[in-house]
């Protein structure tokens, strides 16, 4: 099964290798690994998908704790919240063939962000499924698809949850409003439609 | 800011803030954590620290190789619970290290490691004896640093005994640039101190866990205990020992786990396992509860995970959450420190009947002891399992018995039976080979007036036997007894059993051992049979300096029982009822 942590981290040297040589340990393939800034200074947020067994999670999850520069690890698991991955996608065209892709790129809610006498760059933010789409009806639409650059996943629950140790590390963590919370849970991922 | 010159404490604490070398800082903040011995080996970037080491009360061990460093550091923590300290240079120094940091990373060894590193100006362009130490280590330390700062050095350290000791204990490293070690700064041990200890969060003993288990203990009727390391690491024995006698529930017991529950206790099962005895591993597997205590069964523990304990809950109470349902799946998690869940535990358990129980495993004991080697009549040759049974006999089970690894482990395991924490030492988690003589160096220098034996294979004694230098260096009294069976026994075992008796690579020539040990400087004898067997152990307990006995051993002996890897616990290749070397009574 596929896992989604959200682990807040040192932002120290080394930290990314801790991290990521824990689950070549336990021999886990990581599908995806986003790293960032989080709301904290000092701290980094990493979202982390990978694919292994049900009961996997609780051990994964126990082992990074067990890193010293591991603050908190959060599995999304099967609660609701927003994922998105950022795509940037370069396609062959040339002036003439252009329309049909921005057509495309309307009903994908997509961008063109770059065009060159023989090419143009979309980027796009979606659920993986949404940009899955897209370069599968590109593809399908004969298009030369050149480069593919994709972010990987970011994950963020839905509503009011804040990090049990934002919270406990006082400053700068945000309380819950209750009331604020109740955001619908919006229906995604289906292959080829637009949100 | 003070910039006072040193004003150590009676035990050699500054006490002051005081501005010193990186290397001052070294050693006054280790002198601060209490460390009075360390085992190390110079080099060039370590050199300023040890320029600066004869300003310090501490005492520094010289090893004759770096794996001796981390073995003596090591055993020095196992005979004592306090954190073992390694220092090495940079480049091979550390990576000698590395056996030795493995072997403590898995049996959860408080130890700190110091080494020296390349200047932070030459850092990463392959300088001379430059090695990523720190990359190296990752994935069998618990933690790492790398300092290139003189003001950094204090509060790594500190941070680093901290989480050696802290938790599930376990191997930390710094490493040292050499111009930290040169450069100086404002040394406060005080304000070095780190963040209060951050337990795991998934760490908490739930109420509901801690009714359910008792619950499952009040209603079980052939419950057994195991205990583990965890009893030992976490000072559990008294709790384990009142959950045992109040609910009337045997006891068995992993390698590391020996010492932690007293062996002439009734309710003492002995060893489970792989060469655990029958009625051990029998119990285990009609157990209908096992509340496992500190132990994280290991697959040498429970055969197959998939034919272990079956009509068994399980209960397991552990520090470390990441060994809930790791291996096996348990019924009942008590995760946080073995001692303070029983303590909770404890109150909720009342007298309890298992007499029923406890007659059905007597009775499956009383058949097998009687074909056990030590029985039978004097054939003329000399078996390590008499070895074993004399010197627990002779030391009255009160010495320390640092084991290395192979048959004569698990004999040792097997026929000396450990009455005390802390009296067996060995490499369980990693097996490593080698380990013995030097682990025995650091806990005969942890403990002085003990008496230790160093019990290893002809094999692995050849591994680290130069640390024979480092014995007579230190003056050391330490009693060694090489099982010398002409093999490397517990692999020719394994070639006998399942590679159809092709003894590839194990025959095994060695040294004359009492030539070598004379050639140190160290009195030594060889013993060829039973009847030389007790005179020879008095003469070495009796004899002032380091002893070494090379007991010539009958060469194709075998552990028994044994359970082939990949059968399940009760599936037990059984003391075989003729052996070809001797006879035995029919078949039990
Ligand atoms: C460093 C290392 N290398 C290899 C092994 C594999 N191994 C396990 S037991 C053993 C044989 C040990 O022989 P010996 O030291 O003579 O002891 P015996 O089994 O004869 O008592 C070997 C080679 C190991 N455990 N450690």
């Known amino acids: 099964m596929i896992h989604t942590f959200v682990s807040y981290v040192d932002d120290k040297p080394g930290v990314l290798t801790r991290v990521s040589s824990l689950f070549r340990r336990l021999n886990i393939n990581i599908i995806s690994l986003t790293v960032g800034r989080s709301e904290r200074p000092g701290l980094s947020r990493m979202t982390i998908v990978c694919e292994a067994s049900a009961e996997a999670g609780h051990r994964i999850r126990a082992s990074m704790y067990k890193l010293e520069n591991v603050l908190d690890v959060d599995d999304i698991a099967g609660a609701p919240a927003v994922t998105r991955e950022l795509a940037l996608i370069k396609v062959a065209a040339t002036k003439d063939t252009r329309s049909p892709i921005f057509e495309l790129v309307e009903v994908f809610r997509a961008r063109i962000v770059d065009l060159a006498p023989e090419s143009l760059m979309i980027e796009m933010t979606g659920v ?30 839905r509503g009011h949850h804040t990090s049990r140790v934002l919270k406990a590390l006082g400053a700068g963590a945000i309380e819950p409003e209750d009331g604020a919370s109740q955001t619908q849970q919006a229906e995604e991922g289906a292959v080829v439609e637009p949100e | 800011m003070n910039t006072n010159v040193n004003t150590p404490s009676p035990n050699g604490a500054i006490t002051t803030p005081t501005r010193l070398t990186g290397s001052e800082i070294l050693w006054a903040t280790l002198v601060g954590e209490g460390v009075t011995d360390v085992f190390g080996y110079p080099g060039g970037a370590i050199l300023p620290a040890y320029d600066a080491l004869r300003k310090f009360p501490i005492r520094h061990v010289l090893v004759r190789h770096e794996q001796g460093a981390s073995h003596m550091a090591d055993g020095y923590a196992r005979a004592t619970g306090k954190v073992g300290v390694a220092v090495a240079t940079s480049g091979p120094g550390a990576t000698n290290l590395v056996t030795g940091i493995a072997t403590a990373m898995l049996d959860s060894i408080p130890m700190v490691c110091v080494t020296g590193q390349v200047s932070s100006k030459v850092l990463g362009t392959d300088a001379f004896q430059e090695v990523d130490i720190t990359g190296v280590t990752l994935p069998v330390t618990k933690h790492n640093f790398l300092v290139s700062r003189a003001e950094d050095l204090a509060p790594a350290l500190r941070h680093a005994f901290q989480i050696a000791r802290s938790g599930r204990p376990g191997p930390v490293l710094v490493d040292i640039t050499k111009d930290a070690q040169q450069a100086t700064a404002l040394f406060d041990f005080d304000a070095a101190k780190p963040a209060p200890y951050r337990p795991h969060p998934m760490l908490k003993v739930e109420e509901n ?69 029958s009625w051990v591993n029998h119990a285990i597997q009609e157990a209908d509860l096992l509340i496992a205590c500190g132990m994280r069964f290991d697959d040498r523990v429970i055969g197959t995970p998939s034919t272990y304990a079956l009509k068994a809950k399980k209960i397991h109470i552990e520090v470390d959450p990441a060994e809930i349902n790791k291996n096996i799946k348990v019924d009942v998690a008590l995760v946080g420190d073995l001692a303070e869940v029983l303590e909770q535990l404890l109150p909720q358990i009342s007298g309890r009947d298992g007499s029923a129980w406890l007659k059905t495993i007597d009775a499956s004991k009383g058949a097998v002891a009687v074909r056990d080697i030590k029985n039978l009549p004097d054939s003329g040759h000399l078996y390590a399992a008499h070895v074993m049974h004399d010197l627990w006999r002779i030391t009255g089970g009160n010495a320390i018995v640092v084991t290395d690894v192979g048959q004569h482990q698990m004999w040792e395991a097997q026929y000396f039976h450990h ?58 009294k330490i009693n060694i007894a090489v099982i010398n069976n002409g093999y490397l026994g517990m692999v020719r075992q394994w070639q006998e059993f399942f590679y159809d008796k092709n003894y590839e690579s194990t025959p095994l020539v060695s040294p004359d051992f009492v030539k070598l040990a004379d050639a140190h400087g160290i009195a030594a004898k060889a013993v060829r049979t039973r009847g030389e067997l007790a005179g020879a152990v008095e003469e070495a307990r009796a004899h002032k300096g380091a002893y070494l006995l090379n007991f010539l051993v009958e060469k194709e002996d075998s552990v028994y029982p044994m359970i082939p890897a990949g059968s399940a616990l009760h599936e037990m290749i059984r003391r075989p009822g003729k052996n070809p070397l001797v006879e035995r009574p029919d078949d039990i």
């Open chain 1, 128 to 157: 993986e499924s949404k940009i899955e789409g897209l370069i599968q009806v590109l593809t399908e639409g004969d298009n030369e698809i050149l480069e593919v650059c994709r972010s990987g996943k970011m994950t963020m629950r």
């Open chain 2, 209 to 277: 866990g801690l009714k359910e288990a008792a619950e499952l203990i009040r209603n079980a009727k052939r419950p057994v205990i195991l205990a583990g390391h965890g009893v030992m690491q976490s000072g559990a024995m008294e709790q384990v020992r009142s959950l045992a006698e109040r609910a009337q529930i045997p006891v068995a017991l992993t390698l590391l786990g020996l010492g932690g529950f007293p062996a002439s206790h009734p309710l003492n099962l002995g060893m489970m396992g792989m060469h655990g005895e």
């Open chain 2, 419 to 476: 009455e005390h924490p802390r009296t067996l030492i060995t490499s369980g988690g990693l097996g490593t080979m080698g380990f013995a003589l030097p682990a025995a160096i650091g806990a005969k220098v942890a403990c002085p007036d003990k008496e230790v034996w160093v019990v290893a294979g002809d094999g692995g004694f050849q591994m680290t036997s130069p640390e024979l230098a480092t014995i007579v260096q230190e003056k050391l």
